[in-house]
Nanobody, 130 residues
Framework: QLDLVESGGGLVQPGESLTLTCVAS????????MGWFRQAPGKKLEGISCISSDGSESRYADSMKGRFTISRNNAKQTVYLQIQNLNSEDTGYYYC???????????????????????RGQGTRVTVSS
């Protein structure tokens, strides 16, 4: 069974940091570019970041640059998203997604992952509140 499972969400206070984890099973992660996207309450899906299959290249949506860091450990079948200096606008569900290498030409595009992916997880909820 192919699966992506996110974890690490929860209730955090403004200004704190958080690391989200996405664990893949049922397929070999090193054959996939990976991305993270989110959905805030009442808003549309929003791409955050993506990372190449070997981890050598990462990209961020313009609005996400500076506070978000994506990384991966293929040996552990895991992708991470670090979020620093959280604020209330970061509240929402966070999802990881996978796209087979070669599906898209050129470097990965974070915006794509919200709507185009081979696999996605069920999400982890992040609530930022004092």
């Amino acid at each position: 069974q192919l699966d992506l499972v996110e974890s690490g969400g929860g209730l955090v206070q403004p200004g704190e940091s958080l690391t989200l984890t996405c664990v893949a099973s049922g397929f070999s992660l090193d054959g996939y570019d990976m991305g993270w996207f989110r959905q805030a309450p009442g808003k549309k899906l929003e791409g955050i970041s993506c990372i190449s299959s070997d981890g050598s290249e990462s990209r961020y949506a313009d609005s996400m640059k500076g506070r978000f860091t994506i990384s991966r450990n293929n040996a552990k079948q895991t992708v991470y998203l670090q979020i620093q200096n959280l604020n209330s606008e970061d509240t929402g569900y966070y999802y990881c997604a996978a796209n087979l290498v070669g599906r898209w030409a050129g470097p990965c595009n974070p915006s794509i992952y919200a709507y185009e992916h081979d696999y996605r997880g069920q999400g982890t909820r992040v609530t930022v509140s004092s």
